[in-house]
Each structure stands twice: as structure tokens, then as C-alpha cells.
Nanobody, 123 residues
Framework: VQLQASGGGLVQAGGSLRLSCAVS????????LGWFRQAPGKEREFVAS????????YYADSVKGRFTISRDNAENTQYLQMNSLKPEDTAVYYC?????????????????WGQGTLVTVSS
């Protein structure tokens, strides 16, 4: 399974970005999907995850109410809509897939990882 993230960039505080993650090699519906991020000098942290058919979603407390995870299994793609961005959201964002559950992704575990896309939020 290959994961290709895109959509990062530079945005002002309060702005929005939408990240995409294309899944290839296997059908996306076989996997729970999620997003993680790593800021400079910090460890990777969980952002959000979504179950195989999209019925269950988890969010980190730091992004609840601002970020929305979604998926389109017909397009083998997941998304992360990020609103009300803050400078502390600046990080490299990674997408991940897990064959077991979105709950497992929430613990930081995953079967497959994509390359990151950089999000920079200026103050």
C-alpha cells in the first residue's frame, strides 16, 4: 500500500487548508486511515483517524472543532479539512493506514505510512 499526501502550504493564522491522501496498491476501504503530524523538535503526534467506512472518527483534543477528517472510498482518498489554523499547527503532516481499526491509529500504531506534506501557519 502506498500513501501520497498533498495539499500542504503556507497560510496565515485563521486560514484554512485541505490535505489529501491518495491510497494505492490496495482498495482504501480495506483500511482505517488517519493523519499524524510532527513539528520541528517534537515527536510525531496523532491528529485524526477514520474507520474503514467512515462511521467512526477520532480527533486529538488540540484539533477538535477545527479539523475534519473524511474519506471517499470510491476515489481511494482521505482528506483533512483544517480550519481556524494556528501557528502551533505548523508541522509536517503524514497520512497512515491500518488494517485493524481507527482506534489503533489513535494509539500511534499503523501498518503503512506516507511521506509528509508541510503545513506552515504564519502569525
Amino acid at each position: 500500500v502506498q500513501l501520497q499526501a498533498s495539499g500542504g502550504g503556507l497560510v496565515q493564522a485563521g486560514g484554512s487548508l485541505r490535505l489529501s491522501c491518495a491510497v494505492s496498491g490496495r482498495t482504501a476501504s480495506s483500511y482505517a486511515l488517519g493523519w499524524f503530524r510532527q513539528a520541528p523538535g517534537k515527536e510525531r503526534e496523532f491528529v485524526a483517524s477514520i474507520s474503514k467506512v467512515g462511521g467512526t472518527k477520532y480527533y486529538a483534543d488540540s484539533v477538535k472543532g477545527r479539523f475534519t477528517i473524511s474519506r471517499d472510498n470510491a476515489e481511494n482518498t482521505q482528506y483533512l479539512q483544517m480550519n481556524s489554523l494556528k501557528p502551533e499547527d505548523t508541522a509536517v503532516y503524514y497520512c497512515a493506514a491500518d488494517g485493524t481499526s481507527s482506534g489503533r491509529l489513535r494509539t500511534g500504531e499503523g501498518d503503512y505510512w506516507g511521506q509528509g506534506t508541510l503545513v506552515t501557519v504564519s502569525s
